[in-house]
Nanobody
């Protein structure tokens, strides 16, 4: 099972940008669909974005489309989420996930990282 380690979260102001990263381990990274989910306190975990191998296809939740960009560097096993024009409602624990197909439902994901906290102040 792939191991996932997120980094790069922090406290920012509304309108700022932030990039978070995920470092998966294992030789099969290039074959996996990589995703970002987030979970705010008291709320259910929700899909944010997903990307196929070699950056061929990307998928976004409507709430982040046009502001967030997901990307991956298969050569060095890294996944990124560039978050622009951040809003207070983007405040959440952001989790990296790996799967064999594009999954927008959290219960279908079997590999999760521990998450990195992003807090956006107004």
């Amino acid at each position: 099972q792939v191991q996932l380690v997120e980094s790069g979260g922090g406290l920012v102001q509304a309108g700022d940008s932030l990039r978070i990263s995920c470092a998966p381990s294992g030789p099969t990274f290039g074959t996996l669909i990589m995703s970002w989910f987030r979970q705010a306190p008291g709320k259910e975990r929700e899909f944010v974005a997903a990307i196929t191998g070699n950056n061929v296809g990307a998928f976004y939740a409507e709430s982040v489309k046009g502001r967030f960009i997901i990307s991956r560097a298969d050569s060095n096993n890294m996944l990124y989420l560039q978050m622009n024009r951040l809003k207070p409602e983007d405040t959440a624990l952001y989790l990296c996930a790996a799967s064999d197909t594009v999954e927008k439902l959290p219960h279908k994901i079997t590999s999760w990282g521990q998450g990195t906290q992003v807090t956006v102040s107004s």
